[in-house]
């Protein structure tokens, strides 16, 4: 059975249309960067026209011209945003990249940045001065930087070109969670069909305020929370990630201070709120104007969301206003979306059925060891449509789990400059998300990401899922555990490997001991192998989301030092990072 929503059909028909209306309409709405301090310095959506007016001109000058890939990579929102309408208003194909934040020898966005410069055919590339002054790449020369502020300011009237609904508007480089980044196309017409569509799971308005603290090179910052309030023409703030990850509270002093309405945060955000709500004295925020925090960009924790609302609720944040929502860059960036102040949809499932019947069956039992709770991720957003199909990709009955595929005019019509793999994501019209999942009471349930499936003995475990069981023993917070498989041809089937942040100590063997006790326990499995490693040498995406195969990968090569350990013999090998 297929599940889809159909609607809408804007006057706005591109990305520039938007921004020019939402000036002419509303000239007081506008954008709130905040700095590190809490203070907000707002600009009016009629500011950023005047802004990227002025920018657009200095680009010409430079020789930047319209159909020009160009990579924007500054230091903050309040100067990518302005770049960003620069190159929509004079038609450049823009895709925004982490700063390489410094330029030592372990240095995961340069690299990402040389890989993006060389696959769209060596680019200009724009830095802020802090970047640019020090940059130094062997692939990406000089000439091809541009410092910010040295972009000239060019007298006279800009001239913007209006492109055709259906011109290539953006390239949004995937965050590579297996993999190297691929360039998703996405032009005016997919974005705005997928930002309108997003409007309406929000029941936006004009009176609503959108605060945002995830990046804008992730597809979630800059399409969520950047250019869907430009449609819905409503206020937008921004606080720039490095600061929300040094100071989380400055996020919900935003939202207290200007009555934010709706935001986003996944996981890995709630667990950093968290533990620093455990460690600082909080402040006394009012959070009730919230109606909608959208959960999605990594495998929902249920157990931190819980955590997350019951911690903040004496600060009188709604629990029907967490969403959990599901989306991929190759769709704009929405798939489905939870219904408005609603609250998370809960549901325990079998948890031998999951793995060994690749069956959804609900269960009423207390008992954790039996189940796994899973948040529905709700229904497809308007104009959206997807399928659950098996590895034939044959549609299977509601509560059976498979492949979701998807299809709609927001998703892309392939990568830049990659036949084989546009060809090889499509099946016959759908677009293959690498996600696992199944439909239950007509909502979406996602198990997880098909290259993250560990086989042992004909069952099916999901590396996220094992990762939240180990969280149920105490003294184990959250991204400290990241488990995968890797075949082994001697036992025929993928042996465990546990990844565990911190130093090698007898807690860290106990606490090894118990997780493999409760694997054994729960699910009849064993963890093979223990390797400790440093916090900052877990490769995560953008949106925070754990890029397993690098470490599978480090593994496979054998660079991970061995140790030896006592005769203890549940713990048969640790092995040590680097």
């Known amino acids: 059975m297929m599940h889809n929503n159909t609607d809408h059909n ?11 209306y939402v000036v002419r309409h509303y000239p007081d709405k506008g954008i709130g960067y905040v700095n590190a301090d809490g203070t907000i310095l ?20 430079l020789g930047c011209s319209a159909g020009d890939k160009i990579i924007l990579a500054p230091g903050s929102n309040a100067e990518t945003i302005p770049l960003l309408w620069a190159c929509f208003l004079g038609r450049m194909i823009p895709t925004i990249l982490q700063p390489p934040v410094s330029f030592s020898e372990y240095n995961p966005p ?18 802020s001065e802090n970047h640019a002054s020090k940059f130094d790449s062997g692939v990406i020369p000089h000439k091809n930087i541009i410092n910010i502020d040295d972009i000239p300011d060019v007298n006279g009237d800009p001239e913007f070109i209006n492109p055709d609904p259906s011109d290539l508007a953006f390239i949004q480089f995937s965050s590579g969670s297996t993999g ?29 305020k959108m605060i945002n603290w ?138 031998k059925a ?36 098996d590895d034939h990709d044959k549609e299977v009955e509601e509560g059976n789990i498979g492949h979701i595929q998807i299809k709609g005019p927001s998703v892309t019509a392939g990568y830049y400059n990659d036949p084989a793999a546009t060809a090889g994501v499509f099946c016959d019209g759908w677009l293959r998300t690498g996600d696992q999942g199944f439909v239950f009471e007509d909502n979406l349930f996602i198990t997880g990401r098909y290259k993250d499936i560990i086989f042992i003995h004909g069952q099916n475990f999901y590396s996220n899922d094992l990762e939240h069981l180990a969280q149920t023993i105490e003294g184990i917070a ?14 025929g089937c993928d042996k465990v490997i546990l ?31 223990l390797i400790p490693i440093k916090s900052n040498q877990i490769p995560k995406t953008s949106s925070g989301k754990i890029q397993r195969y690098k470490l599978i990968s480090a593994f496979l090569k054998d660079e991970f030092k061995e140790v030896a350990v006592d005769a203890n013999p549940l713990a048969q090998r640790i092995k040590p990072a680097f």
């Open 110 to 127: 340069l690299e990402k940045m040389e890989k993006v410069f060389l696959k769209l055919e060596k680019p200009k590339v724009v830095l």
């Open 180 to 208: 190297d980044p691929k360039g998703i196309l996405l032009t005016h017409k997919n974005i705005l069909t997928n930002i309108a569509a997003i409007n309406v799971g929000f029941d936006s308005n004009v009176q609503d």
């Open 478 to 491: 959250y991204g400290k555990v990241i488990i995968a498989g890797v075949f082994d041809e001697e036992i």
């Open 354 to 389: 999951l793995h060994h019947d690749l069956k959804a069956i609900p269960v009423h039992t207390s008992d954790r060891s039996q189940v796994r709770l899973m948040p529905s991720v709700g229904k497809a957003i308007n104009n959206m449509t997807f399928r659950i199909v």
């Open 214 to 351: 995830m990046p804008l090179y992730h597809d979630m910052g800059l399409v969520g929370y950047h250019l869907t309030p430009l449609l819905g023409y409503y206020d937008q703030y921004h606080i720039d990630t490095v600061d929300f990850i040094k100071h989380p509270f400055i996020w919900l002093d935003v939202i207290d201070h200007v009555r934010g309405t709706i935001t986003g945060c996944p996981n890995f955000g709630q667990a950093l709120l968290l533990r620093h709500l455990k460690r600082n004295h909080a402040n006394r925020w009012d959070l009730s104007s919230m109606k909608a925090i959208a959960n999605g960009a990594e495998p929902i924790s249920v157990d931190i969301m819980r955590e997350f609302m019951e911690r903040l609720r004496p600060y009188s944040l709604k629990a029907e206003a967490m969403m959990p929502v599901y989306g991929m860059a190759e769709s704009t960036l929405a798939v489905t979306v939870s219904p408005l102040l609603k609250g998370p949809s809960v549901v325990p499932f079998d948890r």
């Open 10 to 20: 804007n006057s706005v028909k591109t990305l520039s249309d938007m921004l020019l």
């Open 42 to 61: 707002f600009k009016t959506y009629s500011d950023l026209l005047s802004k990227a007016g002025k920018l657009l001109q200095g680009l010409m000058s």
């Open 499 to 529: 990844f565990f942040a911190g130093q090698v100590s007898h807690n860290m063997i106990n606490t090894f001991n118990k997780i493999r006790k409760i694997f054994i326990e729960t699910l009849g499995i064993s963890v093979d192998v």
